[in-house]
């Protein structure tokens, strides 16, 4: 029984088809939801980081809102996430992910809770998923993800149940 968990062991971490540095762009649609409010946003993603091998890495992303939904253009959602990363061939090529970490939330010029506001900021557990699909040129995907940026009771102190979740489109490339 050993000699099998330590074979399964060292074919999880010695294998490398994926090992390396990967970058990732794409757009996404970020929903703000404090239970009294709700504002949906087109954003920018990007994200940056490790893969140690074909089934692990960490990464931090960063996004950014460019579009809002209401009269109220000031209005911004910026979200961080750093995570951690398991990945699952689905075959040689697509590979379904599951994700989570630690984020960071912030709202810009928001009325919140009835009250007009600067910034306002929270952080928590985020969690994903997402599937990568092979473009024609080697190392780079498409990829498909959802992630839950924040479900909190509080947010900066205020008492409010607040769900901040977002899909998003990338392209993905592995150097």
Same mark, same amino acid.
């Given at each position: 029984m050993n000699k099998l968990a330590a074979s399964i062991f060292l074919s999880l971490v010695c294998s490398n088809a994926y090992a390396g540095w990967f970058l990732s762009f794409g757009l996404g649609q970020v929903e703000f939801d404090d239970g009294i409010d709700q504002e949906t946003q087109a954003h920018l993603?990007?994200?940056g980081g490790y893969a140690f091998n074909d089934y692990f890495d960490i990464g931090v992303d960063l *996004?950014?809102?460019v579009g809002s939904t209401k009269d109220d253009d000031d209005f911004n959602i910026q979200t961080s996430y750093f995570f951690i990363r398991t990945n699952l061939p689905i075959d040689n090529d697509y590979r379904l992910y599951l994700m989570a970490g630690v984020t960071h939330v912030e709202l810009q *010029?928001?009325?919140f809770v009835g009250n007009p506001v600067e910034l306002k900021s929270q952080s928590g557990e985020g969690y994903g998923?997402?599937?990568q699909i092979p473009l024609k040129e080697n190392n780079t995907y498409f990829a498909?993800?959802?992630i839950n940026y924040l479900d909190?009771?509080?947010f900066d102190g205020e008492s409010v149940d607040v769900t901040?979740?977002?899909i998003n489109?990338?392209?993905v490339a592995y150097y």
């Open positions: 993603a990007s994200r *996004n950014l809102s *010029n928001y009325t998923i997402g599937l498909v993800e959802y909190e009771d509080e901040v979740d977002a489109l990338r392209w």
